[in-house]
């Protein structure tokens, strides 16, 4: 195929010689948006009229949407438009901005999306992916900080590769074929990703509750989520074997962002790694568990000196526990769960000191944890091979797009 450099833009250098770049807006007779209807007016809602939000453009066909709109909103509100199938739709707010998705049945949308209807000079589909190919570009001319938006005028002014609409229709053919082969690649890894979490789970779950020895003799711990125990194990209440009790505040003065030269000590809060500081209030490994917020509940296994703040609860003066076992036990215990359901969640120290759990003898504690990190490891290890796999087979997916909408890929019988 012969490229030429006579048509540019922003976000490819050349074209197929009997191709064009076009604006938007010359390819589609309407393009438009749409509301959201006072939430307060039952009226409004729960209707027969699908009704798409940004959360639902997913580089997908929409064939059903978490809401829906009634023919009373369509008549009341004129920016409500019900866009025909094959309506392409695009981003224009938020963290989603720049997903795109395009209507398998009629729907009409909110404020936040764009709709392309009524082609004129673009496949649906063949702009669908060219949208995907060039997300990266209109998503860096958006305004705003926090909440990042592009408006219609922007989208309508954005230029699309434009060959004749036989070849537009084979390009997306192709890469309705490619991508759904690569999109189940990916679904399947993303399986493989939480059956491993669900193994390091299950791992933890049955060496910490019936340790290392499938031939030990078991008796009932007493405890329904618990279930049964090694008969020799120990159940016992946590207040006998360690102090409970809050960090200590620190002055956000004395809070650096970044270890430096001379602040190399950690600062510890409710849901982790808070900051550094040239402070301490604990040595050694202690048990450090979330006391307020939304985390509450989190435990860490904290390597010190270090500074607890009052954020967080520590366990001090542990008597039997080997501090990393009785983390693993704190973690199955689900604390979050005891949290009080108010505005800002909260555990004291009295609520997880009136907890029981498992108490196996030092050693055997010591060997749980050695095996956990060591089988932990190399589940990690796998996991972490399957996320750099799913993320090269994105990245095949966004370049075998951008070639394809650009010309640089012959699809002409790719697919039988």
């Known amino acids: 195929m012969s490229l030429s450099k006579e048509v540019t833009s922003e976000w490819f250098d050349e074209l197929p ?98 709709a392309l209807a009524e082609p004129n000079r673009f496949a649906p589909r063949f702009a669908f992916y060219g949208l995907q190919a060039s997300r990266d570009i209109l998503a860096a001319s958006s305004s705003g900080g926090g909440q990042p938006n592009l408006n219609a005028e922007k989208v309508r002014e954005h230029k699309l590769p434009c060959p004749d609409l036989k070849s537009q229709g084979a390009i997306a053919d192709y890469l309705d074929h490619e991508t759904a082969r690569l999109d189940a690649l990916v679904a399947a890894k993303e399986r493989v990703l939480g059956l491993l979490a669900e193994k390091r789970r299950a791992l933890i779950t049955r060496a910490v509750t019936r340790g290392l020895d499938p031939r030990a003799p078991l008796r009932d711990s007493g405890i329904p989520w618990l279930g049964e125990i090694p008969a020799y194990w120990e159940m016992v209440p946590f207040r006998w074997y360690f102090r409970i009790h809050s960090g200590d505040f620190l002055p956000s003065d004395d809070v650096a962002t970044e270890a430096d030269a001379v602040r190399r000590i950690k600062v510890i809060g409710g849901n982790g790694l808070a900051g550094y500081t040239d402070r301490s209030n ?66 004291t120290g009295s609520m997880v000191a009136d907890l029981r759990g498992p108490l196996p003898p030092s050693d055997e504690q010591r060997g749980i944890v050695e095996y956990i990190t060591h089988e932990v490891a190399k589940i990690a290890a796998v996991y972490a091979a399957t996320e750099r796999t799913i993320a090269l087979l994105k990245e095949r997916r966004a370049a075998l797009i951008a070639a394809a909408v650009t010309g640089r890929i012959d699809v002409q019988g790719a697919i039988a």
């Not at 709109?69 to 938020?94: D, K, N, P, Q, S």
């Open 17 to 114: 010689k009997c191709w064009s770049a076009i604006r938007i807006k010359h390819g589609f007779r309407l393009i438009g948006s749409g509301t959201t209807p006072p939430t307060g007016e039952a009226r409004y809602y729960d209707g027969t009229v699908l009704w798409v939000n940004t959360s639902e453009l997913r580089e997908n066909v929409i064939f059903s949407t978490e809401k829906t709109l009634t023919t009373e909103a369509i008549e009341e509100f004129t920016t409500l438009r019900i866009y025909h199938a094959g309506t392409v739709l695009f981003a224009m707010y938020g963290a989603t901005i720049g997903r795109v998705g395009i209507l398998g049945i009629p729907a009409t949308v909110n404020q936040a999306v764009c």
């Open 282 to 347: 604990v040595e050694g490994t202690t048990v450090v568990i979330g006391r307020v917020g939304a985390l509450c509940g989190n435990v860490h296994l904290v390597e010190g000196p270090a500074w607890i703040t009052d954020n967080a609860l520590l366990l001090t003066s542990v008597r039997s526990f080997v501090p990393a076992y009785l983390a693993h036990v704190l973690r199955e215990l689900n604390l979050n769960s005891l949290a009080n359901k108010t505005a800002q969640p909260l555990i």
